[in-house]
């Protein structure tokens, strides 16, 4: 998944910024679209994992595989670190 990252964040947010829409999907809607949705709000709108896990599990109940979950919380810790070391 984490390969894929970057690809799908870039063309969502030339999507939305173009203002276009974004429907992001898989098989059950809970794992797979979900760590997608909360990638794009970590590198685009800087937002922790744990905020955008939040704000997203508002909206609807999800579940994310924990091999996702993993990457997800790999790529906070890194911009987490960079953030403390641009500073």
């Known amino acids: 998944?984490?390969?894929h990252f970057v690809d799908a964040?870039?063309?969502m947010d030339d999507a939305i910024?173009?203002?276009g829409k974004v429907f992001v999907n898989c098989v059950y809607g809970k794992s797979r679209s979900t760590s997608f949705v909360v990638v794009y709000?970590?590198?685009c709108h800087d937002w922790t994992a744990l905020d955008a896990l939040r704000h997203i599990r508002?909206?609807?109940p999800v579940q994310l595989n924990p091999g996702f979950l993993l990457q997800i919380v790999d790529l906070d810790y890194k911009?987490?670190?960079q953030r403390v070391s641009n500073t």
């Open 1 to 3: 998944l984490f390969r």
């Open 9 to 11: 964040v870039e063309f």
């Open 17 to 19: 910024s173009n203002n």
């Open 41 to 43: 709000l970590m590198l």
């Open 58 to 60: 508002k909206k609807r």
């Open 79 to 81: 911009l987490k670190w």
